[in-house]
């Protein structure tokens, strides 16, 4: 087995999470940075971060780490990595990247040295100068921050948001890996009444659902290095096996309401899809008059943000209104996401904590009542 060190990227606001959950599944090393996870391990840490982790977007094997200045700078340190260790002679190998606050700032620019600088390190590797790139995909992402270059290979392929139960999307769903960040801060271990008031296509209450299982997020996808002929196919085998044997049998109260009908209908599809139906139960309504389903239990939800000005004092006024129907509600703790800045004004009550991140572009809260 090799050892690597990998990277797991996520949503800012979300690398302390991911950094937990990294060192609950045992990998080693963990290391916390802005949106980004650093841990270390072998194939089979690589196919259970893939399969398992909630929260990350991508899981990357870090393959070089060095200092530029010039172009010169990253083509020599580019060609330094052992790229024929890892891609194949068919191997297709796109680069992609980024470059913030560096002296070498055009992006395509230095797509082009990384890509030839490969190509030249695996031309000596396997006495070839051109390269069918016929096979399986080895995605190249580089870094450029500060000067400091950092080379990966995603492991990824499709990002980890995607857990391929999504039939179809509605206008604005969270996306699962903040879903399930919300589920992991409300704490909730499958034994209490959840409850999405404004559960849209259903991702926190399915969400909810695989946390309660423990049922892996990745299981019924693939990944792009499960076409890796470095990697046996035993190993994924092996880490789903483990994976399905750690899930938990058991009856859990989990409800999803929407006042629009058909959001109602994707939900109840993206369930079905997900495996987790019979766990959970929907029901078309007004959250703000609906009455509560029990006297105790777990309310993580978003509410509509209202990002244009006519829909943003719509969505205040929802607030406000869900704050006077939740007043009583004592023995439910709840979060809740939202962009607005003085949410807890509206809503007419100081939350015990909040939590900043960044759902895509928006800055947002979670506002957590306990
Ligand atoms: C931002 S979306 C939620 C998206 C959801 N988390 C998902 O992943 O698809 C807000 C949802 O609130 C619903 N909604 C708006 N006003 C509502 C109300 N008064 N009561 C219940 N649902 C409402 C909308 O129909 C929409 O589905």
Redesign the pocket.
Known sequence: MNQYTFCAPCLFGLEGLVGEEARRLGFENVTVEDRRVFFTGDEHTLAKANLCLRMAERVMVLMGRFPVKSFEDLYQGVKAIAWGDYIPKDGVFPVKGYSLGSALHSVPDCQAIVKKATVDRMSQTYGITWFPETGATYQIRFSIMKDLCEVFLDTSGVSLHKRGWRAV??????HETM?AAMVNLSRYRGREFFW?????????VIEAALAALNRAPGLDRSFGAEAWSTIAPNVWQEERTAAMDREYRGNYEILG????PQ?LN??IANAKKAGVSKYISFRE????K?SLPTDKGIIV?????GERMGEQNEAKR?YR?LGKHLRYADGWKKYIISSEADFEHYFGTPATKKRKLYNGRLQCNVYMYY
């Open positions: 999307g509605n206008d604005a769903p969270i879903a999405d008031p404004f559960c849209g296509s259903g991702t926190i309401s929407d006042i629009d959001s994707i939900a309504g007004d959250a703000t609906l939800c978003n509410p509509p943000y929802l209104d």
